[in-house]
């Protein structure tokens, strides 16, 4: 491979479901449902779906036209787009950007294969919500189980980077998006199916307008949004703030 050579996707569905899985992070799978739950159910749902439209966007097309035009990585893109500018340092903010959502998620997705395993070995069964509580925090309060599970997720994906584009992304994209979907479908049917789903439904359904205010506008709403664009994020704040 020569120096100018830039690897790319061997199909289009490998394409999409890698850009879905970059979208679909853990603010969606844990957060939004907390927030939802806590800021007027469908009113929630209707500023996000705006915030999506209106910012999300333009910042995930941007990013698409910008490394189309330059064919480039994310510290480089910018330089090459305009030479002789500031604008390298926003490339450069980018990648800072990624390594800071790096640092909370492979935390986060080490307590997920935390649970995996303890879901495996049928740990949960009988517990109540209270010893759910107690069995993370004596987790999370160990000195070396929850920097065990973030070396092995830090491996893992050091593994599927460096199989490179097609390889690596692409195959991993290919079998943990169909089994994400699956899950989600399995906890939709678990849901509907408890008690009180109904009145569950009812309050997704209806918004209550009552319970936006200014601080969920500005700090929980937007940052779910914005983790789902990590690298645009520095881009939206340049042309807002200049």
């Given at each position: 491979?020569?120096?100018?050579?830039?690897?790319?996707?061997?199909?289009?569905i490998?394409?999409?479901?890698?850009?879905?899985?970059?979208a679909v992070?853990?603010?969606?799978?844990?957060?939004?449902?907390?927030?939802?739950?806590?800021?007027?159910?469908?009113?929630?749902?209707?500023?996000?779906i705006?915030?999506?439209?209106?910012?999300?966007?333009?910042?995930m097309?941007?990013?698409?036209?910008?490394?189309?035009?330059?064919?480039?990585?994310?510290?480089?893109?910018?330089?090459?787009?305009?030479?002789?500018?500031?604008?390298?340092?926003?490339?450069?903010?980018?990648?800072?950007?990624?390594?800071?959502?790096?640092?909370?998620?492979?935390?986060?997705?080490?307590?997920?294969?935390?649970?995996?395993?303890?879901?495996?070995?049928?740990?949960?069964?009988?517990?109540?919500?209270?010893?759910?509580?107690?069995?993370?925090?004596?987790?999370?309060?160990?000195?070396?189980?929850?920097?065990?599970?973030?070396?092995?997720?830090?491996?893992?994906?050091?593994?599927?980077?460096?199989?490179g584009?097609?390889?690596?992304?692409?195959?991993?994209?290919?079998?943990?998006?169909?089994?994400?979907?699956?899950?989600?479908?399995?906890?939709?049917?678990?849901?509907?199916?408890?008690?009180?789903a109904?009145?569950?439904?009812?309050?997704?359904?209806?918004?209550?307008?009552?319970?936006?205010?200014?601080?969920?506008?500005?700090?929980?709403?937007?940052?779910i949004?914005?983790?789902?664009?990590?690298?645009?994020?520095?881009?939206?704040?340049?042309?807002?703030?200049?």
């Amino acid at each position: 491979m020569s120096k100018n050579d830039r690897a790319n996707f061997g199909s289009k569905i490998g394409a999409i479901l890698a850009s879905a899985g970059s979208a679909v992070g853990l603010g969606n799978i844990w957060r939004f449902p907390y927030e939802t739950g806590n800021h007027g159910g469908a009113a929630f749902i209707l500023i996000y779906i705006g915030c999506v439209i209106f910012l999300g966007m333009p910042i995930m097309i941007s990013e698409f036209l910008i490394g189309r035009h330059s064919r480039s990585n994310t510290a480089r893109a910018y330089k090459k787009i305009a030479p002789n500018t500031q604008w390298k340092w926003i490339g450069r903010l980018s990648v800072l950007t990624g390594f800071l959502i790096l640092g909370y998620y492979s935390v986060v997705a080490g307590w997920t294969l935390e649970y995996i395993y303890e879901a495996l070995t049928n740990s949960f069964s009988g517990q109540s919500p209270a010893e759910f509580v107690q069995s993370f925090q004596d987790f999370s309060s160990s000195s070396w189980r929850p920097i065990i599970w973030l070396v092995l997720f830090l491996l893992a994906t050091h593994y599927i980077i460096v199989k490179g584009v097609v390889k690596g992304i692409e195959r991993s994209s290919k079998i943990l998006m169909p089994i994400l979907f699956i899950l989600i479908v399995i906890l939709v049917i678990c849901s509907v199916s408890l008690p009180g789903a109904k009145a569950g439904i009812s309050f997704l359904l209806k918004p209550d307008f009552s319970k936006i205010d200014a601080n969920m506008l500005l700090s929980d709403g937007t940052s779910i949004l914005f983790t789902k664009s990590g690298y645009g994020l520095p881009l939206y704040l340049c042309f807002l703030f200049q």
